[in-house]
């Protein structure tokens, strides 16, 4: 039988815990999360276990980084299933702070990154976006003091903006991004898929199908511009309200146009009913 991780809900008992895991300079690897976790999180804790001795999963649903009219209140929380799936892959420590151990009566700071956190993908739909989670990833870092921490690419903006803000601020932590997973018909797996309506959920994989048409003609000489709007319209045909499909330098995030100015990645984001789906590839 597995054993239970150590669950953490403050922080005198998340650094006892950390100090006992870490003994004789034990690595520690950390998963940060909101909770309804899902085969892409597991993913990341597996690459974390390959890569360090100890492994640890923030569970803290952040409401700084939600806008009023978004999901904070009906963001699935789902606190059995993960302790069972993260007892069965081996983690050694939840760390679940409410949210006045996180941002206690008084708080009055908060992380204003910039940079690719001004790309005008997602900042541009939610403004509010990164500044919250730049804030509470910088706290789960200097709470936790992982040497290294795992973040998925389906969020490939976020995974920029914190890998940013931890060499900039000197955090002393190594930030890995992971592959996207997906459901069998290419989905990308993410805690709000729940919300889709049967219906929904069938139409949904149009954004992964659309990235991967968009490539292959990009790849075959389209011009960008042109594949990128026969996108646009398939996507807004499927009955999504579209965002942005955007083809973005990898590493800058800059507008790009062509594969020769460098690696490209081809990030979708729209809605389908009320949900707001993310999606992204490598062109
Ligand atoms: O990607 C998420 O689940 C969240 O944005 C994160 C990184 C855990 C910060 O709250």
Redesign the pocket.
């Known amino acids: 039988m597995p054993h239970s991780p150590i669950v953490a809900r403050t922080l005198s008992s998340l650094h006892r815990a950390r100090t006992e895991l870490c003994k004789r300079n034990a690595t520690l690897a950390l998963v ?3 909770g309804a976790l899902h085969d892409g999180h597991v993913s990341l804790v597996r690459l974390a276990k390959k890569r360090a001795k100890r492994v640890a999963v ?1 569970i ?1 649903v ?1 409401p700084t ?1 939600f806008a009023a009219h978004e999901d904070l209140g009906s963001y699935p929380r789902t606190w059995k299933e993960d302790i069972a799936r993260l007892t069965a892959e081996g983690v050694d420590l939840v760390w679940n702070p409410d949210a006045t151990t996180m941002y206690p009566d008084g708080f009055a700071t908060r992380i204003a990154p910039e940079g690719p956190a001004l790309a005008g993908l997602e900042d541009k739909f939610r403004p509010h976006f990164f500044g919250g ?1 730049a804030t ?2 910088a706290k789960l870092f200097t709470q936790v003091r992982p040497d290294m921490a795992f ?1 998925g690419e389906k ?1 490939f903006q ?1 995974l920029q903006v ?1 890998a940013r803000m931890a060499r900039d601020l000197d955090l002393g932590v190594k930030v890995i991004g992971a592959p996207v997973i997906r459901e069998r018909d290419g989905l990308a797996m993410s805690s709000r898929n729940v919300y889709l309506s049967p219906d929904e959920r069938r139409t949904a994989p149009v954004l992964h199908q659309t990235l991967k048409a968009t490539s292959k003609r990009m790849r075959a000489g389209d011009a960008f511009k042109t594949a990128l709007a026969d996108g646009a319209a398939r996507i807004s045909d499927a009955g999504f309200a579209l965002d942005y499909l955007e083809a973005r330098h990898a590493g800058t995030l800059a507008p790009i146009t062509s594969f020769s100015e460098g690696p490209v990645r081809l990030l979708v984001a729209a809605k389908i009913g009320t949900t707001r789906l993310i999606d992204n590839i490598k062109a």
């Open positions: 940060p999360t909101m923030s803290f952040n980084q989670v509470v990833v973040f969020d976020q914190v």
